[in-house]
């Protein structure tokens, strides 16, 4: 969450969820294509999710891209659930938004295990 209050933060996520609902889906009417591979809003948003619930550090930046990727890619249920049943901007974001996260949350339980 950075330098950011808590509730400020998730003020800025949610925000940026709402816009991106519109901006995915236009963009994706505009290209013809549902969720084509040059929307990255939703991956922008699903990684602010991701870190969350952590302080910003270098370790947690890598881990939780490296965890949003995972999931985003992957695709566990809900995500996958989301991914083929909800259409236009709100799937295009809420698959992104559910990978996030279940990052946010194994980032979070990373920072209770001790290296």
């Known amino acids: 969450m950075g330098q950011m209050e808590p509730a400020l933060y998730g003020a800025v996520c949610a925000a940026c969820f ?50 949003f990727r995972f999931f985003d890619i992957v695709k566990p249920w809900p995500v996958r659930w989301v991914d083929r049943r909800m259409h236009g901007g709100i799937g295009v974001m809420m698959d992104d938004v559910l990978a996030g996260a279940m990052a946010a949350l194994a980032l979070y339980g990373l920072s209770f295990v001790r290296f």
């Open 18 to 67: 709402l816009g991106g609902i519109w901006i995915c889906g236009s963009t994706g009417r505009h290209l013809g294509a549902h969720d084509h591979p040059s929307i990255v809003w939703d991956e922008i948003v699903g990684m602010q999710i991701a870190l969350i619930l952590v302080p910003v550090t270098g370790f947690n930046l890598l881990a939780g891209f490296l965890l």
